[in-house]
């Protein structure tokens, strides 16, 4: 298994996010005239919900879409699933925490 930094995972997919949406926004500026459409097609697309509200029309446009789909897809899906780890890990060591701390007060 791979193992990845939590804050290079964080910092890596929030500056993909970031240069996506400014990139998307300079190259389509006609589809995309304003930076928060930028940032809603890129959250759409690498969270794969995809509402088709807005999508790219010129090839290079469709180039960035389809760099979102191989490694924004997969990027957000390693730290999501990273985060519901970290909530597992927490889970389980915070029971165990709690019924010590009630057993040894009782």
Same mark, same amino acid.
């Given at each position: 298994? /791979?193992?990845?930094?939590?804050?290079?995972?964080? =910092?890596?997919?929030?500056? !993909?996010?970031?240069?996506?949406? @400014?990139?998307? /926004?300079? /190259?389509?500026?006609?589809? $995309?005239?304003?930076?928060?459409? &930028?940032?809603?097609?890129?959250?759409? *697309? #690498? *969270? *794969? #919900?995809?509402?088709?509200?807005?999508?790219? /029309?010129?090839?290079? &446009?469709?180039? =960035?879409? @389809?760099?979102?789909?191989?490694? &924004?897809? %997969? !990027? @957000? %899906? @390693?730290?999501? %699933?990273?985060?519901?780890?970290?909530?597992?890990? $927490?889970?389980?060591?915070?029971?165990?925490? =709690? !019924?010590?701390?009630?057993?040894?007060? =009782?």
């Amino acid at each position: 298994m /791979v193992k990845i930094n939590n804050y290079v995972l964080f =910092i890596s997919s929030a500056l !993909l996010v970031l240069f996506s949406s @400014i990139l998307i /926004v300079i /190259v389509e500026n006609d589809t $995309f005239p304003t930076l928060f459409d &930028g940032f809603w097609w890129v959250m759409t *697309t #690498v *969270t *794969t #919900v995809g509402y088709g509200d807005y999508f790219p /029309v010129s090839p290079a &446009g469709r180039i =960035i879409g @389809i760099f979102l789909y191989i490694f &924004g897809i %997969g !990027l @957000i %899906g @390693i730290a999501i %699933g990273k985060i519901v780890d970290g909530l597992t890990v $927490f889970r389980k060591k915070g029971w165990k925490v =709690i !019924l010590c701390t009630k057993t040894n007060s =009782i």
